[in-house]
Structures are given as structure tokens and as C-alpha cells.
């Protein structure tokens, strides 16, 4: 007979039962948009418990400090006695446990704002993110959790989240990355590649049957699109959450998750009185849905795992989101939901868009697309920057790692993309305009551009912040923000005599009141780090220009067969 400590030492680590953490959240009174979670958290023991909410978000990358929100935060032991605990960091408190076995922490989310990743609660109906709602225990993201709800009665839930009622996720990464509705609103289904997608629709009224059947197959079409350039869909169930805003509104916009994706859009963003789809919605699911696979799965190496407690930067925002602006425009061609004009006229605007201020999204779009069209020119149509996109899949992500510059610069490599360093030196590391004329061409496309008036040019890029406040994002170079020193994070109050304001047209005025007036005094005013600082430099005046996208109407043979390969996804034909 074995001794027993030898039986001890034989059970896996694997093999051992680790214990959930318990969710419940409530809405005590929709009124108060308050949003109630308590979280029961195993301790076994210790004499003290961290937990935090996540300062930094997947899905929208990038800090959003979501204990902000928090109200009325308590803990207690398992007999319900209140426990001593304090505020160790902006997101993160210490609970003095007094050796109980378990504790619960509890709190209040405030729920009152229109946003891709915050929480909401409007009348009947509350949507929210994982990451805020839901703490973690410091050191222990692989903990797996249930969810349960307490509800007004009427209301349903929609959630991300495996199981029903509770609902589960194996890790903390899961968790909070799952988008979920709560309350009133329209939920329909279907079948695509053997997967059951939802669409869940708020306000009920806006779901209608034309417009359901309008969404039900652009959701098909995309879907079906994009799952065959992977071999397959992901994920067992998907659901695309959509909230129709009938309030103004500055921005559409989409924010991905692993089994998901969330949509804002107005009223008239998302369907006309004939329930027509407005033009964004195409594109708006195409990305969303992309990125089920380029940065949801395929990731960068900066980014695997994620720190919830920090900003995660990569070199490689332009392929993450500029790539998939490019698949969702082509995705578009490809599943017969846009004609060919709709993805020149698309094409043409980002190049306007890159001229006057470049960005991720619509530099990297042509990007991708010169890309693709310098692989298959190079390779006679063997090959194409799908290829590359299937190797990160199956390379990085299905071997639990991220990629960095380097393995994508291989990659481009490997398939035929030639001077792939030097095209990465010139046109990404580098500041030289993309070459669009001379690459489009190899496809039949030409590629013409006309300038049309100067006006004057402030030269940022800009993210919405707290309460309408415009963050700088990047600062084009040679511009008049440039000069001005302007940095990156910088929150921009005045433009001469314009007060800039996300919710504002303050770019129009900008111009507007500027116009004819390069090099007079212009004042900059910032808030950095806290304090407000004065910045001067000149207006500074930049040629508008149009472009205009065209294919070939006598393309040559090989012209012919790289534009069908672009606009079918094939190759070799």
C-alpha cells in the first residue's frame, strides 16, 4: 500500500477546486441610475484582502479609472459584520478581513453617461461593461466568478457571460470583458456557421421588422465574410448590443470584446423613417466584428496578459485599428453589402482625412489596403495581406502569445511583400506620404487629387473626455499645434477665441474666425497636469484637398485579377 502522503503529493495542482467569486447585481431604483454590486471574494483565511477595479479597460485601451464612480463602498464577514477597510490607491481598497473565511464587498456604481465602456441607467433599462462593475482580488485573475442579478421585475438580462441565472466566466479576464442589458429592449437571434448570434436592440421600437430584417443580414453577411478568412467563427455565441440614441450626440462608434460588440449610433445614424440602415452601420458591425480576431485574439506582445492598473502601449495601433478599419471596408465589398463605389468613395475620404490629420484609423486603412495591393502585385495574386493576418491568428494567438513590429515586418516578408523594412522605415516609422498613386494603380485603381482652398490648420488629433473635455491624442507635425508645443494627453481649452469642447463644432468656428489670417498671433490655452498653461505660436493656413478614386475602365489582365482578388478575398484567379 502507497503511504498517504505520497497519494497527497500526487494530485495536481490543476486538479484542485478553486473557489468562485459571487456577484450579485441589482438596481434598487432605476431613478437613482445607481447601479448596486455586492461580491463575495474567498479569503481562506488572511488577514487582509486587496481589491480593485480596473483603472485601464480592454475593448477601449486605455485608462478610464472606473473607481471614479464608486459610491458608498462597505465590506462585511460572512455573519454580516461590518469590517474595517481603507483606500490603498485610486482603484484599489484594503479590507481588514479579521480572519474570516469570506468577505463581501459591496458598493454603488453611478450610471449616468453616453459612452462606449462607461454604465447606464435610463427609465426601464441599464447596460454596463465587466470591467465596471466588477472588483478583483489582487494576484488572482484566474479566479473564476458567478453572476447572479436582482432585478425589477419586467426586466431581462442580456449578457455575454456563459451559463443563465448564474451566469459564469472561467477567469477575471472573461469577466470583465463581458458587455451585458439589463431591462427593456428588443432581443432577436440567428444561426450563422452554426453559431447562435443575438442582437439585442435598445429601444425596443427602434428594432423594427424592416429594420430587423436589414440588420439580421448585414450581421449574416459579415459574419460569414469574415469567419471564412479565420476557418471559422471563435466563439459559441455572439451578441451585437446596439443603444439608439434619439438625444445629440458628438460621436457613433463601436467597442469590441471577445464575444460581443457594443454600438452607439443616433437615430439617424442608425435608421432612417424607412427603416433604411444609415451608410455608418456597415462598416461601424464590419469592424466591430474584425476585431474579434485582430486585437481581441490576435494581440500585441504589450498586451499579453493585461494589466488592468496601467495604460498597455504598443507600436502597432495603426495595424490593430487602422487593418481592421481596412477589412471592415473591404469586408464590405466582399459580402455584397457595398458596391465598389462605396469602398473608393470610403477609400478617397480617409486619404483627405490622412492629408489634413493623419490618425491610426484612416493612415493605417490605406496602410492595410497599399499592403495588400503591393503583396498580391508582387506575388502575381499567390498571395495577400489575408495571408498575413491568418498566420498572426494561428502563430501568435492559438499559441497564447502576443506579436510585435518585428514578427509582422517577417510575416510581410514571408509572403512576398517586397522591401517590407524599408516600406515599414518610409511609411510607419517614418513620416513620407503614403504612396498611393503608384500602388493603387497595380489594381486598376487611379487615384487622382486636386487642391480646392486653404484654411487654417490647428493639427490635432482628439479623444473625448470628462464631461466634454477634447484630449489630445497626437500632434501632426509642422503644424501650428506643433509649434505651439503641444503635447500628447494635453486638455485643450481655447483655440485663439474659440472654446473647444468635444460636443462642439469648434473646428468650423476654428476656421471660420481664422480664415485669411496666416501668421497672426494665435493663444493656446491647455490644462497639463493639472495646471493651465498659455501657449503661443501663428495661424498657420493648409491646402484642402480632394481626392477622387476611379477603377480602370481597360485595367491589363493582371490589374484585373488584383482588384477581383481585393474585392472577392481570392487569389490565383
Known amino acids: 500500500m502507497r503511504p498517504l502522503f505520497a497519494l497527497l503529493v500526487a494530485v495536481p495542482q490543476s486538479a484542485q477546486t478553486v473557489a468562485p467569486v459571487t456577484y450579485e447585481v441589482s438596481v434598487p431604483a432605476p431613478s437613482t441610475k445607481l447601479f448596486h454590486v455586492s461580491a463575495d471574494f474567498p479569503t481562506r483565511g488572511k488577514d487582509t484582502l486587496y481589491v480593485s477595479l480596473p483603472a485601464w479597460s480592454p475593448g477601449i485601451y486605455k485608462v478610464q479609472n472606473y473607481a471614479r464612480f464608486v459610491r458608498h463602498f462597505g465590506a462585511k464577514n460572512v455573519a454580516g459584520q461590518p469590517l474595517i477597510w ?49 472588483l478583483y482580488e489582487e494576484g488572482h485573475l484566474d479566479r473564476p466568478a458567478d453572476v447572479r442579478f436582482a432585478l425589477p421585475a419586467g426586466w431581462q438580462v442580456t449578457t455575454a457571460l456563459g451559463g443563465a441565472g448564474p451566469y459564469a466566466a472561467p477567469n477575471y479576464h472573461e469577466l470583465a470583458d463581458a458587455m451585458t442589458f439589463v431591462g427593456k429592449y428588443s432581443l432577436d437571434s440567428l444561426q450563422v456557421d452554426g453559431k447562435w448570434m443575438r ?29 471564412a478568412l479565420f476557418a471559422g467563427p471563435p466563439y459559441e455565441r455572439y451578441t451585437v448590443f446596439v443603444n439608439v440614441i434619439r438625444e445629440p450626440i458628438p460621436f457613433s462608434g463601436v467597442l469590441e470584446h471577445s464575444a460581443s460588440q457594443f454600438d452607439i449610433l443616433s437615430q439617424d445614424a442608425f435608421a432612417d423613417e424607412a427603416s433604411t440602415l444609415g451608410g455608418f452601420v456597415v462598416p461601424l458591425m464590419a469592424h466591430g466584428y474584425f476585431h474579434l480576431f485582430n486585437v481581441k485574439r ?7 496578459p493585461y494589466d488592468y492598473h496601467a495604460e498597455q502601449n504598443t507600436p502597432l495601433l495603426w495595424w490593430f485599428e487602422g487593418v481592421t478599419n481596412y477589412y471592415a471596408h473591404i469586408t464590405s465589398v466582399r459580402a455584397g453589402l457595398w458596391k465598389p463605389y462605396d469602398f473608393l468613395a ?116 482628439a479623444q473625448r473626455g470628462d464631461a466634454g473635455a477634447l484630449v489630445v491624442d497626437a500632434v501632426v507635425p509642422g503644424s501650428t499645434a506643433e509649434a505651439a508645443g503641444l503635447e500628447p494627453g494635453d486638455i485643450l481649452l481655447k483655440a485663439g477665441d474659440i472654446e ?23 493663444v493656446i490655452s491647455v490644462t497639463r497636469g493639472g495646471q493651465t498653461l498659455t501657449l503661443n505660436a501663428q495661424v498657420r493656413e493648409r491646402p484642402v484637398l480632394l481626392f477622387l478614386l476611379t477603377l480602370q475602365s481597360s485595367p491589363t489582365k493582371k490589374q484585373a485579377r488584383i482588384w477581383r482578388g481585393l474585392s472577392t478575398g481570392s487569389t490565383n484567379n
Do not use: H
Open 86 to 134: 481603507d483606500v490603498l490607491d485610486k482603484d484599489t481598497w484594503r479590507v481588514v478581513t479579521g480572519m474570516s473565511e469570506r468577505v463581501t464587498a459591496e458598493f454603488d456604481f453611478l450610471a449616468d453617461s453616453i459612452a462606449l465602456s462607461w454604465a447606464r441607467i435610463v427609465g426601464d433599462f441599464g447596460q454596463f461593461l465587466g470591467t465596471n462593475l466588477f
Open 199 to 227: 442582437i439585442a436592440v435598445w429601444p425596443s421600437d427602434a428594432y423594427t421588422a424592416a429594420v430587423q430584417r436589414n440588420l439580421r443580414r448585414t450581421v449574416e453577411k459579415i459574419a460569414k465574410q469574415q469567419n
Open 298 to 304: 490576435i494581440r500585441p506582445a504589450e498586451m499579453w
Open 346 to 461: 470610403t477609400v478617397a475620404r480617409e486619404m483627405e482625412q490622412v492629408e489634413w490629420t493623419p490618425d491610426p484609423w484612416s493612415k493605417g486603412a490605406l496602410t492595410g489596403l497599399l499592403l495588400d495591393i503591393a503583396i498580391r502585385d508582387a506575388t502575381d495574386n499567390r498571395r495577400s495581406l489575408d495571408d498575413v493576418t491568418r498566420a498572426l491568428y494561428t502563430r501568435f494567438y492559438q499559441k497564447g502569445m502576443g506579436f510585435a513590429a518585428a514578427d509582422l515586418v517577417g510575416l510581410l516578408r514571408e509572403v512576398g511583400m517586397p522591401d517590407a523594412d524599408g516600406f515599414f522605415e518610409r511609411y510607419i516609422n517614418g513620416r513620407e506620404p503614403l504612396p498611393y498613386e503608384a500602388v493603387c494603380l497595380n489594381a486598376g485603381i487611379t487615384v487622382d487629387r486636386q487642391t480646392i482652398s486653404r484654411i487654417p490648420f490647428l493639427g490635432i488629433s
Open 500 to 522: 473647444t469642447r468635444s460636443d462642439e463644432d469648434w473646428r468650423g468656428k476654428f476656421r471660420d474666425r481664422y480664415r485669411g489670417q496666416a501668421g497672426a498671433p494665435l
